[in-house]
Nanobody, 127 residues
Framework: QLQVVESGGGLVQPGGSLRLSCVASGFTLDTNAIGWFRQAPGKAREGVSCSSARLGGTYYADSVKGRFTFARDAVTNAVYLQMNSLKPEDTAVYYC????????????????????WGQGAQVTVSS
């Protein structure tokens, strides 16, 4: 069974940091695009960061550039989203997802290109 499971969400004060983890089972994460998405209450799901190992690219939404970092670990078959300098507007449910193919910039942050989704991890940034 192909699945991904996120962990690492929680409550953090503004300016703080969190690291989300996404572990895959049933397939390896070094082939197709892997994306991090988020959805805040009442808002559409948005792409946060994505990477295609085969194409060598890692992309970020403008709202998180310089604060979030995408990383992968081939040994543990996991990817991570390191989130620093968190803001209240970063509050959302964060999802890890796997696409059906490698994706380049322009498609990598589009949620409709992804076929396997995790259950989501709540991130709340509040004082």
């Amino acid at each position: 069974q192909l699945q991904v499971v996120e962990s690492g969400g929680g409550l953090v004060q503004p300016g703080g940091s969190l690291r989300l983890s996404c572990v895959a089972s049933g397939f390896t994460l070094d082939t197709n695009a892997i994306g991090w998405f988020r959805q805040a209450p009442g808002k559409a799901r948005e792409g946060v960061s994505c990477s295609s190992a085969r194409l060598g690219g890692t992309y970020y939404a403008d709202s998180v550039k310089g604060r979030f970092t995408f990383a992968r670990d081939a040994v543990t078959n996991a990817v991570y989203l390191q989130m620093n300098s968190l803001k209240p507007e970063d509050t959302a449910v964060y999802y890890c997802a796997v696409a059906a193919a490698p994706l380049r910039f322009g498609a990598c942050l589009l949620s409709d290109r992804y076929v396997t989704w995790g259950q989501g991890a709540q991130v709340t940034v509040s004082s």
